[in-house]
């Protein structure tokens, strides 16, 4: 038996903006490597569960698969299939990103924030909302069909102080007012940057 001990994180506090709007590295690849991340300006430590759903959703909804800028994108070769969307978020940092491989990387920055101050203005569609609802609502009916990915969902579950079927409960609860405030709240095209890897040696 030992005397029960007190795990303390201290951790240097993240600014609210970007160090830098643009970043290069030059490094033998076929085509340039981007990515656009939005950094939130977070007022606590860490996201709720339901904040990282909001987000997620939204991603989808802005440059997802089934989104019509991630096909306008595709049709006019800005992008390729490995074009993809994250929420990148831990304790005391988070960014929404979207990455993926073009030779016209700034054009496709420019869409995505035209997309992003339309949705802003104008709301989310609401069809939009329910297509993306449903779909990460089966792929969270789908995890229960792995048993690694079940034991995953219980550790993480475990740290993060949530139940395993709290994902569910909370996906049913967001609204499409739930979205836009997220949305508001957590993007900011000025406080956005952008990293490229390219090959500047190529001809």
Known sequence: PKESKRIERKFCKEPATVVERFAMKNLSVAMPIFAIGFKEDIKTPMRTL???????????????????????????????????????????????????????????????????????????????????????????????DSIDSISNSLISAHFNGEGLFDQLKLLESITIDDVNRRLKEAFNIENSSMSVIKNTEAK
């Open 50 to 144: 339901k904040e990282s759903m909001e987000s997620n959703i939204l991603l989808d909804i802005i440059a997802g698969p089934t989104s019509s800028l991630y096909e306008e994108m595709l049709n006019d070769n800005l992008i390729n299939t490995t074009f993809d969307t994250e929420y990148f978020e831990g304790y005391g940092y988070s960014a929404h990103i979207f990455n993926g491989e073009s030779e016209n990387y700034e054009k496709v920055r420019e869409r995505i924030n035209q997309e992003i101050t339309k949705l802003m203005e104008t709301g989310v569609d609401e069809e939009s909302f329910k297509r993306i609802k449903k779909k990460h609502y089966g792929s969270l009916i789908m995890d229960f």
